[in-house]
């Protein structure tokens, strides 16, 4: 077994750090207006190349952003859509045991991507002072329909549904394709919702809204390909697999059997980020689906507490998965981001960073 040469490495991560002292402060005086949006991207700017030297330091070949700029790791880049804002509503996404703030989407025009999103620019910053591998997170464009449905799209702009998730999936092709020619030769889409869709709780809702969600997979499946069709040469693009992550608590549960074949099988991604950090997400077996041209990187390790994993238990996780698909088809990583939003995960800064470097020091006792 040896090193990747390309991503996804041999230890990787999904993408949201902890977000430091410096920005959180930065953006509470940006809230009340006591500094401009300028001081803030100056103090972002600071920080992002700190934390990008920090990835590097542990000997992560993939670096991130760790999304400082973002408040959300979904709603930040959806919003920057043509035809797409973000509204208050009457409650937040409930969790377990805890709320979000009421914040979502409303599909007021026509969609589409613009070259001048302001995420283009995040991502030539982190490429300009990285010299690892700079990764690129964006929400899959299944996150503009799942959370809101038909409700939250005007029937005036799409009385038929058939045109929004076309209109979707080009203007993700112009998103992917405006990435790579930026440079961007790793990108993530951020999955949830295809994991939720093996909740039945999660099924419910949506038979109760009016949606099928075994219709809804193959719909899913094709909005993915459709973004995946702009990419540019040499590009990989990851998946990441998630049944959510809010201050440490989570939504969903329920084994990936019920999606695996469409997923490994019909979506045209290059590797799977895949949450394996509790018994919520099933066991192994789906893995024996995966196609010899893909990767899984098994997210066996938690980010939702601080308490460090043994390099035995990982291994042995690890040897669990291999009975399952080739060793060399798998890399490791933690299951999730340490911040899907702002307010960020119930763990020290301190224990992100021995989590990420344990991650390191088991792919190479592993891999080479």
């Not at 549960?253 to 019909?266: K, P, T, W």
């Amino acid at each position: 077994m040896t090193r990747r040469a390309r991503p996804p490495f041999r230890a990787d991560q999904v993408g949201s750090l902890l977000r430091s002292a410096p920005v959180k402060a930065a953006r509470t005086r940006r809230l009340a207006g006591e500094i401009t949006d300028a001081e803030l991207a100056a103090v972002e700017d600071a920080e992002i190349r700190k934390l990008v030297a920090k990835q590097e330091s542990i000997g992560l070949q993939a670096v991130t952003d760790g999304e400082f700029r973002r408040s959300w790791w979904h709603y930040d880049f959806l919003k920057g859509l043509d035809g797409v804002e973000l509204v208050s509503v009457t409650q937040g996404l409930q969790f377990k045991g805890t709320q979000t703030k009421a914040e979502g989407l409303h599909v007021h025009g026509k969609i589409d991507f613009s070259p001048t999103h302001p995420m283009i620019g995040h991502f030539k910053y982190l490429k300009s002072v990285a010299k690892a591998v700079p990764k690129m997170t964006i929400p899959s464009p299944t996150a503009l329909h799942f959370r809101g449905g038909r409700k939250a799209i005007e029937t005036s702009v799409y009385p038929d549904m058939a045109p929004f998730f076309a209109d979707l999936g080009k203007a993700y092709a112009k998103a992917v394709r405006a990435f790579g020619e930026a440079g961007c030769t790793y990108l993530q889409l951020d999955e949830v919702f295809v994991a939720y869709l093996c909740d039945e709780q999660q099924r419910q809702m949506l038979r109760d809204r009016g949606e099928d969600p075994d219709a809804l997979l193959h719909v899913y499946a094709d909005l993915v390909n459709a973004a995946c069709a702009g990419r540019t040469p040499g590009m990989t693009i990851s998946m990441h697999l998630c049944r959510g992550n809010f201050r440490s608590t989570w939504m969903a549960q329920g084994g990936y059997e019920r999606v695996a074949d469409i997923l490994f099988n019909s979506m045209n991604v290059d590797a799977y980020f895949m949450e394996y950090d509790s018994e919520r997400a099933g066991g192994f077996e789906p893995l024996r689906l995966l196609p010899r041209n893909k990767l899984a990187v098994l997210g066996v390790m938690t980010s939702k507490t601080g308490a460090l994993e043994s390099k035995d238990q990982l291994k042995r996780r690890i040897e669990e998965a291999a009975t399952f698909t080739s060793l060399d088809q798998l890399c490791l990583s933690p299951q999730c981001g340490f911040a899907s939003t702002e307010e960020g995960n119930l763990l020290a800064e301190e224990e992100q960073w021995a989590k990420l470097a344990r991650c390191v020091e088991v792919a190479r006792d592993i891999w080479g």
